[in-house]
């Protein structure tokens, strides 16, 4: 039995979809407002719960093999992103779990101050190492489905926001990359007890996306760049009226002020570790956008 939370998510989904084409059995952590119709119709146990409640995952973990940490935070990174993955880790050992995989975040090493994900996911990272579980940490960089709304906005008006530098390199994964290696990740050797950088097959500087927008659509964009500074005062009145709105715009403008790419050896022993070739931007977008 395989636990994912998360399940609703953009990676989760995808984890349960392939544990279910594969047979297994599969735990899927949900809230009751989400949408786990498709989940439950695949064939996933469907668990009704809450992170931020210890009970509900002690509760969630019963009787399970494999965790698989994939939620995110909704701006609430001390309780989801880091005491949520503390429990789940602890869980796992009382349950003897065999294999954890924990998605992390690319850079969560380096000890950005202003970004409370960055911090949490570091400090699970250290947690689940020292835990003397089996585990995998992945640290993906962008994930391409999330430039999916931003696609479909460019269709339409041919217009491109870029906020800060567009000079800035980042490696954008296919999520369905993403789900495949999670789901591998318990049973390869070479991903066992590792941390692991996850990226797409290029390095691609943020000023490509709307070009590559650009030739999916066969459109010529509208880009505009604008100044970080514009977040900086976005964040500076929010502080005003919504602390945990400040403290989520922090990791939001970590994300834009910072490279987050994959070198290319380390994406040559993620390709060779899961041998499979990883899909380029440009495809994932061809996919799902059906051009």
């Known amino acids: 039995m395989f636990l994912v939370t998360g399940a609703t998510g953009g990676i989760g989904r995808r984890v349960v979809r392939l544990l279910r084409l594969q047979e297994k059995s599969v735990r899927a952590f949900v809230r009751l407002t989400s949408r786990y119709n498709e989940l439950e119709h695949r064939g996933a146990e469907i668990f009704i719960g809450d992170l931020r409640q210890d ?34 880790i602890d869980q796992a050992k009382a349950n003897e779990v065999k294999h954890f995989v924990f998605i992390s975040v690319l850079g969560a090493e380096r000890g950005y101050e202003d970004a409370p994900v960055f911090k949490a996911k570091r400090a699970v990272e250290k947690y ?96 505009i760049n ?13 502080g005003l009226f919504n602390t945990q709105a400040q403290q989520a715009l922090g990791t939001y403008r970590t994300l834009l002020a910072n490279e987050f790419f994959c070198r290319k050896d380390e994406i040559a022993n993620l390709e060779r570790i899961f041998n499979f070739h990883l899909e380029t931007l440009e495809n994932f977008l061809r996919r799902y956008l059906a051009v």
């Open 55 to 88: 009970q509900d995952i002690a509760k969630a973990c019963r009787g399970v093999e494999y965790v698989i940490s994939a939620h995110g935070s909704d701006s609430d990174s001390l309780h989801l992103d880091y005491r949520a993955n503390i429990e789940l």
């Open 226 to 238: 604008s100044p970080l500074f514009v977040v900086d005062g976005l964040r500076s009145t929010l």
């Open 128 to 223: 689940l190492e020292a835990s003397g579980l089996n585990y995998t940490i992945l640290r993906p960089s962008g994930l391409a489905s999330n430039l999916l709304p931003l696609a479909e906005q460019f269709r339409e008006t041919g217009f491109y926001l870029l906020v800060g530098d567009p000079k800035n390199r980042s490696s954008v994964v296919s999520t369905d990359d993403l789900a495949r290696i999670v789901v591998d990740s318990v049973r390869v050797e070479g991903a066992c007890n590792q941390i692991l950088p996850v990226g797409g097959p290029e390095i691609l500087l943020r000023e490509d996306i709307p070009t590559i927008f650009s030739r999916v659509f066969n459109k010529e964009p509208l880009v």
